[in-house]
């Protein structure tokens, strides 16, 4: 039963580890803003940031059915179809033309952002279920590490392949090798057949989700979690054209601090998953906000290498621990058993922040010529985002 288990999670990591092309999208969408001449699509950086916007609003729309889809009918028929569908949307998504935005806002934004939905949904609570409560924060940073981890081979791979064989050639290659791959690790991602329960272990009373919303700590997480995928989501949406027009293009190699990113965004969700397996979700949800917010407050200063990779790794770090803390602290709230649906539910905070963030990024970037008042805004975000934490302490004391 261990031993199964653990293939649950690796097999869940891997399909998150390749549905993680959503953040490798900065290095997309750099080439879409290049001149057609010089192989890109000739797009202003808000035009390049929709498909990615519509994608993380899509996957975020998607998780609410998909989350009871795979409570209903198990995680591999569900995760299954998500891969499935990334891998086509990736592949449509190779017919975008300078004229024609639509194969890729279709394709990308609301194929591949479905198949993110069905696949994320899956991996998480199925492996979670085959352990017990007290390792709930550990398991679910492992999980979803592979989302964070992506870039650190997609990003490179893509500036690749976009160099080899061009955005459509790129595609194309990306979609049939992910359709291809994920569809066969979804078919190890399986319930156990009966949730193990440690003697003395406490175990949250399983809730609905109508009993979820009625509660004031639903409202509560829900918006620091708004809070903190804004500003997450805004740096990794953004972060190649971020570098290159901070350092004024003295540095061109921004797609490797994208990969960058993605290694404290994986480290980011086992090592908070296991900080708050110790010392509880809501003072480490409260910490991580509070270093995010320092960040976000000094990104306008960097300009150098060394200046990138301090605020790429704490960016990365901390948006990646909020994806392990807000599902732990799900299950830990409301119970297993209605995971699926109840994080889905949960997980719209996080397309609302994705899809505020990267477009306000690119609206002011496009309006002044920086970043500047974007990063003051989201580290406002933040302060609140920590603050709701002193909130939720009282609020549990009350309720004990």
């Known amino acids: 039963m261990k031993n199964k288990g653990w293939l649950v999670v690796f097999s869940g ?9 959503l953040y490798a999208w900065s290095v997309f969408g750099k080439q879409f803003t290049e001149s057609v001449e010089s192989g890109g699509m000739g797009w202003t950086k808000t035009q390049s940031a929709l498909p990615y916007t519509l994608a993380i609003g899509v996957f975020a729309l998607v998780m609410i059915p998909a989350g009871r889809l795979q409570d209903r009918l198990g995680p591999r028929l569900v995760a299954t179809a998500g891969a499935l569908l990334t891998g086509l949307g990736l592949f449509v998504a190779s017919f975008t033309t300078p004229q024609n935005m639509l194969p ?32 709930k924060g550990l398991i679910t940073g492992i999980v979803v590490s592979g989302f964070g981890l992506a870039p650190v081979y997609i990003a490179p791979l893509s500036r690749y392949l976009l160099d080899a064989h061009g955005l459509s050639g790129a595609f194309r290659i990306l979609g049939v090798a992910f359709a291809v791959v994920t569809g066969l690790l979804c078919q190890f991602i399986v319930n156990p057949p009966a949730a193990p329960v440690v003697a003395g272990a406490p175990v949250a009373v399983a809730q609905g989700w109508r009993d979820m919303v009625r509660t004031p700590m639903f409202y509560l997480l829900y918006t620091q979690y708004v809070c903190a995928a804004t500003a997450g989501l805004m740096i990794i949406g953004h972060l190649a054209k971020i570098v290159a027009t901070q350092s004024g293009n003295a540095l061109t190699v921004g797609y490797q601090f994208v990969a960058l990113l993605a290694i404290f965004n994986a480290s980011g969700r086992i090592v908070a998953g296991m ?31 060394a200046g990138f990779f301090v605020g790429a790794a704490a960016v990365g770090f901390c948006y990646g621990s909020c994806l392990s803390l807000f599902p732990s602290k799900t299950a830990d709230q409301w119970g297993t058993k209605n995971f699926g649906l109840n994080y889905g539910i949960l997980f719209t905070a996080w397309g609302v922040g994705g899809v505020f963030g990267p477009i306000l990024a690119g609206l002011i970037a496009d309006a002044t010529g920086a970043y500047t008042m974007a990063y003051l805004i989201s580290a406002g975000m933040l302060i609140v985002a920590a603050s709701l934490s002193l909130v939720q302490e009282k609020l549990a004391l009350r309720t004990a």
């Open 13 to 21: 990591t891997g399909l998150n580890l390749a549905l993680g092309v």
């Open 104 to 135: 890729a806002l279709i394709g990308f934004g609301v194929l591949a952002g479905s198949g993110f939905g069905l696949g994320y949904s899956a991996a998480t609570p199925a492996a979670v279920k085959w352990f017990p409560p007290e390792r």
């Open 275 to 305: 900080v708050s397996d110790r010392i509880g979700r809501t003072r480490t949800i409260a910490l991580v906000c509070l270093v995010q917010a320092v960040t976000m407050g000094l990104f306008s200063q960097l300009s150098s290498g």
